[in-house]
Every structure is written in C-alpha cells, then in structure tokens.
C-alpha cells in the first residue's frame, strides 16, 4: 500500500510478518510480532503510541520520507467524482 496524506501523516500498520517483509521500506510498524510471539497486545499497544507521539512530534512517517501524500488528497475535486 504506497499510500501517503500531506495534510495528515499516515502511520501503516502490518497485520502479519511476511507481508511487513515485503513492504518493510513503506510499513511503520509490524503488528505481526504478536501472532510470531515476539510482542504482547500490551508491548504492541505501547510502541504504536510511541509511534504516534513521535508523529505527532515531527518524526516522519515511512510515506512521508518517500515523498508520497503528493497526489491522495484532493480537498476539491473539479468535475464528476465516481
């Protein structure tokens, strides 16, 4: 998912470690580390806030280091929207 926003970062989340694997230079954070038993619920919950907060503070994002968030947001679309 090459997916970024400017006027808000975007923080991805993957569900499982192959799929973090493959998409490991656009994805923030893999959550597949509880299902392998690396991380608990509570371990994962507190680096995902961490995450955010860091955001939040400046950091940037995996998309926006990618430059990506250029095209995804068109606050007004000119013409038929489908």
């Known amino acids: 998912s ?3 926003s400017k006027p808000a970062p975007t923080i991805k989340l993957a569900s499982n ?3 973090y694997q493959r ?3 656009d994805m923030d954070i893999n959550c597949g580390e509880i299902i392998d ?7 994962m919950g ?5 995450q955010v907060l ?3 503070s400046g950091q940037l994002t995996k998309s ?3 430059g990506y968030g250029q095209n995804e947001f068109v606050p007004w ?3 038929a929207v489908m």
């Open 37 to 43: 038993g690396m991380s608990s619920i509570a371990e």
């Open 2 to 4: 090459m997916f970024g």
């Open 54 to 56: 860091a955001t939040a």
């Open 17 to 19: 470690s192959p799929m």
């Open 64 to 66: 926006e280091l990618h």
């Open 46 to 50: 507190q680096r995902i806030f961490e």
């Open 77 to 79: 679309q000119v013409g």
């Open 23 to 25: 998409l490991e230079e």
